[in-house]
């Protein structure tokens, strides 16, 4: 059971636009920046999103996220079926002094 | 060109000991706090621990007392000492640099990932 609660799968078309949730608590989310990755098994996660709302660069601006209060949620726009992929969310825990993850929420194109 | 390369994994008996290497290169190691995170069969990522540049270390409960986390600035290599290890312990390894300063809230350049087996 992971603190930060996300959906297991979403899915949808080549060119639509799906959303990931990524629901926390006072903790978590509420208090720190909130982090995105991509991840495909067995090959190195890659940061998507930090401080809830920035992408590093080289990042495409398809991809965006956002917070509000204990929850956040990333955007994808334009959707490419190279966008399948593993997204988790991320971010430090006040109460447990650690970094705490999201379940993992696997994106089917 | 920032390079994160892991190494140490293998297969180990429960109850074994293993020690993971994290070479660092591009950046400068001892300004950054650093991180193991880890992925097992059909699951999500985990976090394990993490070390600050000042050498304050955290750990994920599940590894508490068993796992240590240490780095060697001279050599820009980080290390996660496995003790008592368990089967659930097997799982893909991670390394990763930290960008926010030692808070934790992200994690930039990843490795690649090195293979724990924990079996009989």
């Known amino acids: 059971q992971s603190v930060l609660t996300q959906p297991p799968s979403v899915s949808a078309a080549p060119g639509q636009k799906v959303s990931i949730s990524c629901s926390g608590s006072s903790s978590n989310i509420g208090n720190n920046y909130v982090s995105w990755y991509q991840h495909l098994p067995g090959t190195a996660p890659k940061l998507l999103i930090y401080?809830?709302?920035k992408r590093p660069s080289g990042i495409p601006d398809r991809f965006s996220g956002s917070k509000s209060g204990t929850s956040a949620t990333l955007v994808i726009t334009g959707l490419q079926t190279g966008d399948e992929a593993d997204y988790y969310c991320g971010t430090w825990d006040r109460s447990l002094s650690g970094v705490v993850f999201g379940g993992g929420t696997n994106l089917a194109v | 060109e920032v390079q994160l390369l892991e190494s140490g994994g293998g297969l180990v008996q429960p109850g074994g000991s293993l020690r993971l290497s994290c070479a660092a290169s591009?950046?400068?190691?001892?300004?950054?706090?650093m991180t193991w995170a880890r992925q097992a069969p059909g699951k999500g990522l985990e976090w394990v621990s993490a070390i600050n540049s000042d050498g304050t270390t955290y750990y994920a409960n599940s590894v508490k007392g068993r796992f240590t986390i240490s780095r060697d600035n001279s050599k820009n290599t980080l290390f996660l000492q496995m003790n008592s290890l368990r089967a659930e312990d097997t799982a893909i390894y991670y390394c990763?640099?930290?960008?926010?300063?030692?808070?934790?809230?992200?994690?930039?350049?990843w490795g690649q990932g090195n293979l724990v087996t924990v079996s009989s």
């Open positions: 591009g950046f400068i190691f001892s300004s950054q706090a």
């Open positions: 401080d809830n709302n």
């Open positions: 990763a640099k930290d960008e926010t300063g030692g808070r934790l809230e992200y994690f930039d350049y």
